[in-house]
């Protein structure tokens, strides 16, 4: 069965850290590109980070900028998101997107070839 899991996620308190992953089952993450979304409960989705297919190029919005780090290791199909500081605003589950094919850029795509189920991160006292 071709799919991404996420992993990762749990109750953490503000200012610490999580690390997640993103994991395809059935394919190897070459050539893909990889997104990370999350929605917090009454907020729509936010794109905010992705890596590239080709060149491993990486993106983050102004929110997470400096305190979250994406990397891929294809040996292992999978995309880890390293999240530090962590704020109660990060609250939110948490998903991951792949897209295949070579970009110049890998956010906003829009068109994802696969798309995991999520995982919860809360952050509270």
């Known amino acids: 069965q071709l799919q991404l899991v996420e992993s990762g996620g749990g109750l953490v308190q503000p200012g610490g850290s999580l690390r997640l992953s993103c994991t395809a089952s059935g394919f190897t993450l070459d050539y893909y590109a990889i997104t990370w979304f999350r929605q917090a409960p009454g907020k729509e989705r936010e794109e905010f980070s992705c890596?590239?297919?080709?060149?491993?190029?990486?993106y983050y919005t102004d929110s997470v900028k400096g305190r979250f780090t994406i990397s891929r290791d294809n040996a292992k199909s999978t995309v880890y998101l390293q999240m530090n500081s962590l704020k109660p605003e990060d609250t939110a589950v948490y998903y991951c997107a792949a897209t295949h094919g070579l970009f110049r850029r890998c956010q906003s795509l829009y068109e994802y070839d696969y798309r995991g189920q999520g995982t919860q991160v809360t952050v509270s006292s």
């Open positions: 890596i590239n297919s080709a060149d491993d190029n990486t």
